[in-house]
């Protein structure tokens, strides 16, 4: 698996608090991990120091920004969707033709069932088991883990859900590119999603992180400059025809986006219907 699966840590500023590297190997992934970096971060040095050149990608961020479309006129380069793109072309400079992304604040990463989340133990053979079934669905373009909102109101069930969000598993031989600089994830499922492009969430396996409003360094900065509703109203700019600005109704409710999928993807029709 080592050799067939790139695992990609995408982060910036934080080289003293990289959770996910630990969560990664206190749950039995015995891999190599690569760091992806921009070249405007100004911590570069001291990931270096803590990790290991060998084990540092930096890209151009600004190469990548002037060949997307963010969906703003905003100079707000402090963003994820250039590292996300990046990724592509790191894995196929590295040899890797399968990859996954991961962000870097994860604490929690186990096994969802009814009774609640179950400790993976190895996550060597979890990662195994699900690159085999996306190398043998060559119609998927991307698979994510589910998160605790895909679990509102109880387990979801194990199963594939229409979506893809935070984490996802890729091939540079199933190209494709995140858009809007911010809620990107959305915005690419929803605008890909309409014209027919699989995006799925396997809910078996769930990720856990912190508040990103709270913890410093990555994408806080932004989200404190812009808040929640200019961040989902780039997924409106990007789909408008199924996504919209609602109330989030939580603990601590807040603007987020919702979507139609009725509106979002193409429904497949029964064979009778066909003249």
Same mark, same amino acid.
């Given at each position: 698996?080592?050799?067939?699966?790139?695992?990609?840590?995408?982060?910036?500023?934080?080289?003293?608090?990289?959770?996910?590297?630990?969560?990664?190997?206190?749950?039995?992934?015995?891999?190599?991990?690569?760091?992806? #970096? *921009?070249?405007?971060?100004?911590? $570069?040095? =001291? %990931?270096?120091? @803590?990790?290991?050149?060998?084990?540092? !990608?930096? /890209?151009?961020?600004?190469?990548?920004?002037?060949?997307?479309?963010?969906?703003?006129?905003?100079?707000?380069?402090?963003?994820?969707?250039?590292?996300?793109?990046?990724?592509?072309?790191?894995?196929?400079?590295?040899?890797?033709?399968?990859?996954?992304?991961?962000?870097?604040?994860?604490?929690?990463?186990?096994?969802?069932?009814?009774?609640?989340?179950?400790?993976?133990?190895? #996550? *060597?053979?979890?990662?195994?088991? $699900?690159? =085999? %079934?996306?190398? @043998?669905?060559?119609?998927?373009?991307? !698979?994510? /883990?589910?998160?605790?909102?895909?679990?509102?109101?109880?387990?979801?069930?194990?199963?594939?859900?229409?979506?893809?969000?935070?984490?996802?598993?890729?091939?540079?031989?199933?190209?494709?590119?995140?858009?809007?600089?911010?809620?990107?994830?959305?915005?690419?499922?929803?605008?890909?999603?309409?014209?027919?492009?699989?995006?799925?969430?396997?809910?078996?396996?769930?990720?856990?992180?912190?508040?990103?409003?709270?913890?410093?360094?990555?994408?806080?900065?932004?989200?404190?400059?812009?808040?929640?509703?200019?961040?989902?109203?780039?997924?409106?700019?990007?789909?408008?025809?199924?996504?919209?600005?609602?109330?989030?109704?939580?603990?601590?409710?807040?603007?987020?986006?919702?979507?139609?999928?009725?509106?979002?993807?193409?429904?497949?029709?029964?064979?009778?219907?066909?003249?």
């Amino acid at each position: 698996m080592e050799n067939k699966l790139g695992v990609f840590i995408l982060t910036h500023g934080r080289p003293d608090n990289i959770k996910t590297y630990k969560l990664l190997r206190a749950r039995g992934y015995t891999g190599k991990i690569y760091f992806i #970096l *921009d070249n405007e971060d100004k911590t $570069i040095d =001291k %990931y270096i120091e @803590n990790f290991g050149s060998d084990n540092i !990608i930096v /890209f151009d961020k600004k190469y990548y920004a002037d060949n997307v479309d963010e969906g703003n006129n905003f100079d707000n380069r402090k963003v994820i969707i250039h590292a996300r793109n990046a990724c592509f072309d790191i894995a196929k400079n590295l040899g890797y033709k399968y990859f996954i992304q991961l962000d870097d604040d994860y604490y929690s990463l186990g096994y969802r069932y009814i009774e609640g989340e179950k400790k993976i133990n190895n #996550l *060597d053979k979890a990662f195994d088991i $699900i690159l =085999k %079934y996306y190398i @043998n669905t060559p119609q998927i373009t991307s !698979i994510a /883990f589910s998160q605790g909102g895909d679990h509102i109101g109880g387990f979801a069930g194990i199963k594939l859900k229409r979506k893809c969000m935070n984490s996802f598993i890729c091939s540079v031989d199933r190209p494709f590119k995140f858009i809007g600089s911010i809620n990107e994830d959305v915005n690419t499922y929803t605008s890909l999603g309409s014209r027919g492009v699989l995006f799925f969430t396997f809910t078996n396996i769930n990720l856990s992180q912190g508040d990103t409003q709270t913890n410093k360094g990555g994408m806080t900065d932004t989200y404190n400059l812009s808040g929640t509703y200019i961040k989902s109203f780039h997924s409106v700019l990007m789909h408008p025809s199924s996504v919209k600005i609602s109330m989030m109704n939580s603990k601590n409710p807040r603007l987020h986006h919702s979507i139609n999928w009725k509106n979002t993807t193409p429904m497949i029709l029964d064979e009778k219907h066909k003249k």
